[in-house]
């Protein structure tokens, strides 16, 4: 990516006329949509999108390297990856997107960014079960309660948690087929839930492609805050997607994707080997580190 600076020369008044009139004929080419929705989406694109052009005064070359981005993002693009949600989410769109369709709602969970490794059909675990057998990490004991925005516990919420091994990869970036990092169990009676997994670091997004190349000329990092993911979902419940973040980690406030809320950031406490753990599991010589995330549920129809 080599967009050179534009030298912006005033714009006289015949030539902002032209360019107007171009906006609006174009803008009337989608007056005969019959969806009332696509019509207001198309509307407000193209305004945005001149706008946006005139604003920069785009040249052809740069439109032509525009073009070509988009391009090789199509191309990368396959039903392994998926480059476009990768810009998206480095754009800060995809929690836009997340914002204006999760408003908060009393004190309920905020939501924040999906990514690309969730699977479905993860194994389940029982309560206290380890997600991060297989995985290379310090366990790290996660606890919590589910409940309502009244304050009442949610029992049988599906948990799904999935998260990177300590080298930053997920399970479906390894070479073989297996299945690590990631479970669901569902929360007990009084909503509580526990489980092992390991302690998360910061690793970064894919960035071997167009969208890696973009971040790295704007001079920007593709790390992520370190963070364990979580999906839950209950009958008559609005499906939570979330992750928790590690207080004091540097990255908080430089996600590559912009997903680090303040009420997601957790302590996680450093465990000196030899340390009794909660389920007397017997760690040997290893350190571990525990956290707490109590999950509140927002109603489905809010
Ligand atoms: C992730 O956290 O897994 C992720 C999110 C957005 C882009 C790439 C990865
Ligand atoms: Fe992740």
Same mark, same amino acid.
């Given at each position: 990516?080599?967009? !050179?600076?534009?030298?912006?020369?005033?714009?006289?008044?015949?030539?902002?006329?032209?360019?107007?009139?171009?906006?609006?004929?174009? @803008?009337?080419?989608?007056?005969?949509? $019959?969806?009332? *929705?696509?019509?207001?989406?198309?509307?407000?694109?193209?305004?945005?999108?001149?706008?946006?052009?005139?604003?920069?005064?785009?040249?052809?070359?740069?439109?032509?390297?525009?073009? &070509?981005?988009?391009?090789?993002?199509?191309?990368?693009?396959? #039903?392994?990856?998926?480059?476009?949600?990768?810009?998206?989410?480095? @754009?800060?769109? =995809?929690?836009?997107?997340?914002?204006?369709?999760?408003?908060?709602?009393? #004190?309920?969970?905020?939501?924040?960014?999906?990514?690309?490794?969730?699977? &479905?059909?993860?194994?389940?675990?029982?309560?206290?079960?380890?997600?991060?057998?297989?995985?290379?990490?310090?366990?790290?004991?996660?606890?919590?309660?589910?409940?309502?925005? !009244?304050?009442?516990?949610?029992?049988?919420?599906?948990?799904?948690?999935?998260?990177?091994? !300590? &080298?930053?990869?997920? &399970?479906?970036?390894?070479? #073989?087929?297996?299945?690590?990092?990631?479970?669901?169990?569902?929360?007990?009676?009084?909503?509580?839930?526990?489980?092992?997994?390991?302690?998360?670091?910061?690793?970064?997004?894919?960035?071997?492609?167009?969208?890696?190349?973009?971040?790295?000329?704007?001079?920007? =990092? $593709?790390?992520?805050?370190?963070?364990?993911?979580?999906?839950?979902?209950?009958?008559?419940?609005?499906?939570?997607?979330?992750?928790?973040?590690?207080?004091g980690d540097e990255l908080l406030d =430089?996600?590559?994707?912009?997903?680090?809320?303040?009420?997601?950031?957790?302590?996680? !406490?450093?465990?000196?080997?030899?340390?009794?753990?909660?389920?007397? *599991?017997?760690?040997?010589?290893?350190?571990? =580190?525990?956290?707490?995330?109590?999950?509140?549920?927002?109603?489905?129809?809010?």
């Amino acid at each position: 990516m080599t967009v !050179e600076q534009n030298t912006q020369a005033p714009v006289s008044a015949e030539q902002r006329v032209r360019e107007e009139e171009l906006v609006a004929r174009v @803008l009337a080419s989608f007056d005969g949509t $019959p969806n009332r *929705r696509l019509k207001e989406i198309m509307h407000a694109a193209v305004r945005h999108l001149h706008a946006f052009m005139r604003e920069v005064r785009l040249t052809e070359e740069e439109w032509k390297q525009g073009i &070509d981005f988009l391009t090789a993002i199509g191309h990368i693009t396959d #039903d392994r990856r998926q480059e476009f949600i990768l810009l998206s989410d480095t @754009l800060g769109v =995809s929690m836009q997107t997340i914002a204006i369709n999760n408003e908060a709602y009393a #004190d309920a969970t905020e939501a924040t960014v999906f990514g690309p490794f969730f699977v &479905d059909n993860s194994p389940e675990i029982g309560q206290g079960g380890d997600l991060a057998a297989d995985v290379s990490g310090q366990p790290c004991w996660i606890e919590g309660t589910v409940r309502d925005t !009244e304050g009442r516990p949610v029992p049988g919420a599906r948990i799904e948690v999935w998260e990177a091994d !300590e &080298d930053g990869f997920y &399970d479906v970036q390894y070479d #073989d087929d297996r299945t690590a990092g990631r479970a669901h169990l569902f929360s007990a009676d009084d909503g509580s839930y526990r489980f092992w997994g390991s302690t998360p670091v910061p690793y970064p997004i894919p960035h071997d492609g167009p969208v890696g190349r973009m971040l790295e000329a704007t001079g920007r =990092s $593709p790390l992520r805050a370190a963070h364990v993911h979580f999906m839950v979902s209950a009958p008559g419940f609005r499906t939570l997607v979330t992750h928790i973040f590690v207080r004091g980690d540097e990255l908080l406030d =430089s996600d590559s994707v912009f997903g680090v809320k303040e009420s997601l950031v957790k302590d996680f !406490e450093e465990q000196p080997a030899g340390t009794p753990t909660p389920d007397g *599991r017997d760690l040997g010589d290893r350190t571990w =580190s525990r956290t707490r995330f109590d999950i509140v549920l927002a109603p489905a129809d809010v």
